[in-house]
């Protein structure tokens, strides 16, 4: 990053600017005939303030990026479950306005768990009877890099294992900014980024998580960003969402295989859940072969211990329906 940061709020200073962000009544995107006017209005609004949107990556190769990758649609949102489009992003003319990403500009929206990805899609609403496809993805070895960037600088739950990834990030914040921040302009940053941060959890509207998402997933550099990670507010931030550019997912990504699942009860406080798995699918020659659960189907006891090892205590009981 070359920019001079002289000019950068220091702590008090960037406090009353984050304070005056709170109280803007950010523009509407229907009140725009492009997303890139409306974009660029929030930035203007934004720059006002500060006169940078941080982006802070790290860079990976496809074999050093462990985390599992779970995507969750339901039952009769498919037109055909067998065809492996329908269980990436939606198609452009079905893409809404969400927390990371504009109408016809869809993103590919997951998790790291399965439980996690699966309460984004039930949300709030009456998940009695209803069943749903869990996908299991995985990244396909490259030697090239891709870039990875989080926005975790807001509360987390004391249970969220990337409290430690968040605290990382401070202790290293410097070295992205050339250390080139004296202590209080460091400090100002820092309360910037937790604003824009926090934006991926407070934002109702969408209009500044949707538009700060957009413009990192879709920057016009080869650094723009390939995978997003932001906190999970159906599961108290115990947990997180992931956001994937469609391209990188079209050209360095492939499902692996399927659950249906049904949710009978969960207990969000605790993170204690109850899921039924009636059939699994795994794919030879790319074609998905349904199968029933067995107890002696050893595949599918190694498939559940690993993709479901969040669900799985001390207490833990192989139970299967006759």
């Known amino acids: ?17 984050i304070e005056r962000l709170k109280k803007v009544v950010w523009p509407k995107l229907s ?30 190769k ?12 339901e039952i009769d949102s498919f037109t055909n479950i067998n065809i492996f489009s329908e269980h990436s992003y939606p198609p452009i003319n079905l893409t809404g306005f969400n927390r990371c990403n504009f109408p016809k500009s869809p ?7 399965p439980m996690t990805a699966l309460m984004e899609v039930v949300r709030n609403s009456d998940y009695k009877q209803r069943k749903f496809c869990v996908s299991k993805w995985e990244l396909i070895d490259s030697d090239k890099q891709f870039v990875f960037q989080t ?36 400090a ?6 937790k604003f824009l941060h926090s934006t991926f959890i407070n934002d109702k509207s969408y209009a500044l998580s949707a538009s700060i998402a957009h413009r990192t997933l879709n920057a016009k550099h080869n650094l723009a960003t390939d995978i997003l990670m932001y906190p999970s507010s159906q599961t108290q931030f115990k947990g997180v969402n992931i956001a994937i550019n469609p391209n990188f997912v079209d050209n360095m990504m492939r499902v692996q295989r399927f659950y249906i699942v049904e949710l009978e009860n969960y207990n ?21 072969f349904w199968k029933n659960l067995n107890p002696e189907d050893e595949i599918y006891k190694n498939y559940l211990l690993t993709d479901f090892k969040s ?12």
């Open 62 to 73: 496809p074999s050093d990026f462990t985390l599992p990758i779970f995507r969750v649609r």
């Open 311 to 322: 669900l799985i205590d001390d207490n833990f009981e192989w139970k299967f329906n006759k």
């Open 107 to 113: 993103v590919f929206y997951c998790s790291d768990n």
């Open 188 to 193: 100002g940053l820092i309360e910037y980024l």
């Open 1 to 17: 990053m070359n920019e001079n940061f002289e000019n950068f709020p220091k702590f008090d200073q960037a406090k009353e600017s």
């Open 268 to 288: 969000i406080e605790n993170g204690k859940f109850n899921v039924t798995i009636s059939k699994y699918g795994d794919i030879d020659k790319n074609i998905i």
């Open 31 to 60: 009140d725009f005939k492009y997303a890139d006017d409306f974009l660029k209005k929030v930035e203007e609004i934004i720059f006002k303030e500060f006169e940078i949107l941080p982006n802070i990556f790290k860079l990976f």
């Open 151 to 186: 926005f975790l600088q807001t509360e987390l739950h004391q249970d969220n294992h990337y409290g430690v990834l968040k605290d990382t990030e401070i202790e290293q914040l410097d070295k992205p900014f050339e250390y080139k921040l004296d202590k209080e302009r460091k």
